[in-house]
Structures are given as C-alpha cells and as structure tokens.
Nanobody, 124 residues
C-alpha cells in the first residue's frame, strides 16, 4: 500500500505561483509512475502531468505546458508540481496519484493510489 498526502494548495491571484507537494509513505514510490490530476466543480477529473520513475521524462496536458513543472525526489519519497502564471481556469482540487508501472498514462483508471486532494483557487 502507498499513502499519498498533498499539500501546498491555496488561494492565489491570476499570474501568481504555487508549489504543490505530494508526500508518499507505506512503500517507496521510486518504482512507480507519479501523476497530478485535477478536478474542477462539475467536471471530470483530468490528467495534468506525469513523471516516470527516474524523473527524467515528464508529460503535460496542453493547457499547462510551459507553465507547470513536475519533479520528484525519490530519496525523500516526494513529488512536486510547480505552477506558474496561474489562470482562473486552473482552479480545481489537485490530486497526486501513483501507478505501479514504468509508463506514464493519462487515464485516471490506470492509477492505483490517490491522495485526498488539495484545493487550488485562482482569482481573476
């Protein structure tokens, strides 16, 4: 079992930045693909970014490319999402997820473990 706990969400003005963190416990996540998803009110949960096990390959949804950066520190069992140039449409609950595989995928149903989420609100 893997437990994931997100932190770092909050209220920020448009154009601002936030850094989300995901702390893993229970098992090392060095063997897992990690991802961030988000869910806005009334919308489906969507893939935001993913990172492979070694941390040298990342993937992003088009709407955040160039603004968000995902990274991981396997020694600390931590995953991060640096979010810059935030927009009101980035407002959502952000979830950390883990997948016991080597491949980053964008479908939520392929992830085995989830955190409880952290709220990000961007005001205009």
């Amino acid at each position: 079992q893997v437990q994931l706990v997100e932190s770092g969400g909050g209220l920020v003005q448009a154009g601002g930045s936030l850094r989300l963190s995901c702390a893993a416990s229970g098992r090392t996540v060095s063997g897992a693909v990690m991802a961030w998803f988000r869910q806005a009110p009334g919308k489906e949960r969507e893939f935001v970014s993913g990172i492979n096990r070694s941390g040298d390959s990342t993937a992003y949804v088009d709407s955040v490319k160039g603004r968000f950066t995902m990274s991981r520190d396997n020694a600390k069992n931590m995953v991060y999402l640096q979010m810059n140039s935030l927009k009101p449409e980035d407002t959502a609950v952000y979830y950390c997820a883990a997948r016991s595989s080597w491949m980053v995928v964008m479908t939520r149903y392929d992830y085995d473990y989830w955190g409880q989420g952290t709220q990000v609100t961007v005001s205009s």
